[in-house]
Nanobody, 124 residues
Framework: QVQLVESGGGLVQAGGSLRLSCAAS????????AGWFRQAPGNEREFVAA????????HYADSVKGRFTISRDNAKNTLYLQMNSLKPEDTAVYYC?????????????????WGQGTQVTVSS
């Protein structure tokens, strides 16, 4: 069972950048499809981005396309989310998630493994 730990959150001004990391406990992390989700106060957790086993396929929510980039380094068992041109509406707790399947999915219900989350706050 993989364990996930996020880092890299913080406070940034609008237009700035942050890079989130998610360290996985298993050396077989390459067997997991992985994704990023976020949850703002009062809102449901929503899909942000996802990536296939070897990184050949990436998916993004429309709200972050062109600004965020998901990537992974399976040799380091680490998932990344590069966030550029940040907006106040990107403020949320960001979670990484993993599923033991080759299919890239966008629903929270499809992911069995979750990190504890990292806070991202974008000031205007």
């Amino acid at each position: 069972q993989v364990q996930l730990v996020e880092s890299g959150g913080g406070l940034v001004q609008a237009g700035g950048s942050l890079r989130l990391s998610c360290a996985a406990s298993e050396r077989t992390f390459s067997s997991y499809t992985a994704g990023w989700f976020r949850q703002a106060p009062g809102n449901e957790r929503e899909f942000v981005a996802a990536i296939s086993w070897m990184g050949g396929s990436t998916h993004y929510a429309d709200s972050v396309k062109g600004r965020f980039t998901i990537s992974r380094d399976n040799a380091k068992n680490t998932l990344y989310l590069q966030m550029n041109s940040l907006k106040p509406e990107d403020t949320a707790v960001y979670y990484c998630a993993a599923r033991l399947s080759p299919l890239v999915q966008h629903s929270t219900h499809d992911y069995a493994y979750w990190g504890q989350g990292t806070q991202v706050t974008v000031s205007s």
